[in-house]
Structure formats: structure tokens, C-alpha cells
């Protein structure tokens, strides 16, 4: 499965610092407990999937936004340490950086995002950017953004006839003509009945063979190919942080979709992407290179 050509990957999407707590378990309201540790890694749904793709050996450029602070400086290297472009990722003046606050506590997460910079990543501020997203083999883009940008870039795309995959995240109402122009849809199953809401999950499947790839953890991945409903299974693995594992599977399916691979060995290459990524701890701490990935595939 090694890939002939080199993915050319565009992320439109967050860029943030994590701050990461663990703790036997999550307190109750007005409750304190007591945790195990603290930590600072940089994360976003965007920043995290251009992590995962560049490691999986694509060419990928990051199109975000970071504040004029400490944490902006610390994402940006962060970029350049994994080989992503960071052309198109500017700082704005007299802003802090997005943050995550996460809980990791009973075996999963609970996270609050504070947008801040990444409320920046504008329609306006894509456009200028529209002849990376033109050029690109596949791009990729998800909901820590404003929904406007999401349907500018969802329009550059079919324009170009560039795929774009749409990991709709977090749940939030989409816009009918930006699920039209997707190519590919990647929720969980929460984030399934938010958006197809008062119908069937079997029925939404229908409705985009092909095209809507629901994500179900430890399942797999269910989508309809024509003819009838598939799960394709994941990996079983001792998970240490599952935080990320969901943007390790849409970068590694993206990257597997732009280098020409089938749809199933696809989603197949991205459950084992992810698979290995939560065996380790932080959102990119884990993501795997594409020598681990065709090493455990094989």
C-alpha cells in the first residue's frame, strides 16, 4: 500500500493548545477532586488532522489562524517540527490562541473549546487563500470554524472539482447545500443525529452511498456502497487517550482517498491509523507515521 504519488492535502480548520488534565474521574457540579497530572500539547480538530496527514507522508497545507501569544508561537513550530506549511497560517494582532480544556477521566474525554483566533478563519481570509484549496488532491475541514467559512471553502472546492471531506465536528446544524458539495461526510453517531435529524441513520446512509462514513468507535465505520449497509471493522487495541483518534481517521482517509486507494481499504487504512494513535498519550502525541501504519497493516 505503499503510495505511489504524494498526497497534496489542504486543511481548512483549528488551530489550538490542549490543556490536558487526567483524573480517576470527573467531579460533579461544586465538586474538587484530585488529579494525576497536568499538560500543554497543541491540538484543534484542523491542526491535528495536518499533523496526521503530513506524518502519513502527504504534502499538507495548514489554512488557520493563531494568536499574537506564546501559545501561537508554540502551534506554529509545532507546524514546521512536522513538515506542515505554515504560509497560510497568520496571527491576529491583540488575540489569544484557541484553547481546548480537556478531562481525561473513566477511560474518555470531556473537552470545552475556547475559539478565540480560530473565530478568524474568515470567508474572506479563505478566499485569499483559494488557490491552495484549488490545487489540492483533497481537502479537508471540520466545525471549530465559523459555518459561513465552511460553506465558502464547501463552493471553491466543487468550483475546482476538488473533493472536500467534512468532518462534521462538533454537532452542529449543516447548511444543505454544504452537505451537496461534500464529497465525503465523517460524523460519530452523535453527530449523525444532529445533522440528519428526524430520519434514520439507515436512511441517511441511503440518501449518500457512498459518501456518508459513520464513524461507531470500537465498531468500526458504517456506510451504504449501493447495495447495502458495511461496517468495516477497527483494530482492537489497549487505548491510553483516545483524544485525536477521530483526526487521525479523517487525515488518514484522506490521505488514502488522494492517493487513489478504493473507498473500503481507505477506511481501512484510517481505522488503523487511528487505532495506533490512542495507544499513546495527547491528541498528536500518538498519531502514527506511515511506516507504523503499513507495519501493522501488514
Known amino acids: 500500500m505503499t503510495n505511489a504519488k504524494q498526497a497534496k492535502v489542504c486543511v481548512v480548520g483549528s488551530c489550538s493548545m ?54 501561537g508561537e508554540t502551534i506554529l513550530n509545532n507546524f514546521k517540527e512536522n513538515h506542515v506549511s505554515v504560509t497560510h497560517v497568520k496571527p491576529v494582532t491583540d488575540m489569544e490562541s484557541g484553547t481546548a480544556h480537556i478531562t481525561l477521566a473513566e477511560g474518555d474525554n470531556s473537552i470545552i473549546v475556547v475559539p478565540a483566533a480560530n473565530n478568524e478563519v474568515t470567508s474572506d481570509y479563505v478566499e485569499q487563500a483559494a488557490e491552495i484549496i484549488r490545487s489540492s488532491d483533497i481537502v479537508l475541514i471540520q466545525q471549530e ?14 468550483e475546482a472539482g476538488v473533493p472536500l471531506l467534512l468532518n462534521p465536528a462538533p454537532a452542529r446544524k449543516i447548511d444543505a447545500e454544504v452537505l451537496q458539495h461534500a464529497a465525503y461526510i465523517t460524523p460519530n453517531e452523535h453527530e449523525a443525529s444532529v445533522i440528519f435529524e428526524g430520519i434514520s441513520l439507515s436512511e441517511a446512509l441511503r440518501n449518500h452511498p457512498n459518501r456518508l462514513l459513520v464513524t461507531e468507535g470500537s465498531n468500526g465505520v458504517r456506510y451504504y456502497n449501493g447495495e447495502e449497509e458495511c461496517v468495516v471493522p ?65
Open 145 to 158: 470554524i465559523p459555518a459561513e467559512t465552511v460553506a465558502v471553502v464547501s463552493r471553491i472546492c466543487v
Open 234 to 298: 477497527t483494530f482492537k487495541v489497549d487505548a491510553v487517550d483516545t483524544t485525536g483518534a477521530g483526526d487521525t481517521f479523517n487525515a488518514a482517509l484522506a490521505v488514502a482517498l488522494a492517493e487513489g486507494q478504493s473507498l473500503a481499504d481507505s477506511i481501512r487504512f484510517a481505522n488503523r491509523a487511528a487505532s495506533l494513535s490512542v495507544t499513546k498519550f495527547g491528541a498528536q502525541g500518538g498519531m502514527p507515521t506511515r511506516a507504523e501504519v503499513e507495519a501493522a497493516l501488514s
Open 18 to 71: 490542549d490543556l490536558v488534565v487526567t483524573s480517576p474521574r470527573r467531579p460533579g457540579a461544586g465538586e474538587t477532586v484530585m488529579g494525576d497530572s497536568f499538560k500543554t500539547v497543541p491540538g484543534g480538530k484542523g491542526a491535528n488532522q495536518a499533523v496526521a496527514a503530513a506524518r502519513l507522508g502527504a504534502e499538507v497545507v495548514m489554512i488557520g489562524r493563531v494568536g499574537d501569544d506564546h501559545l
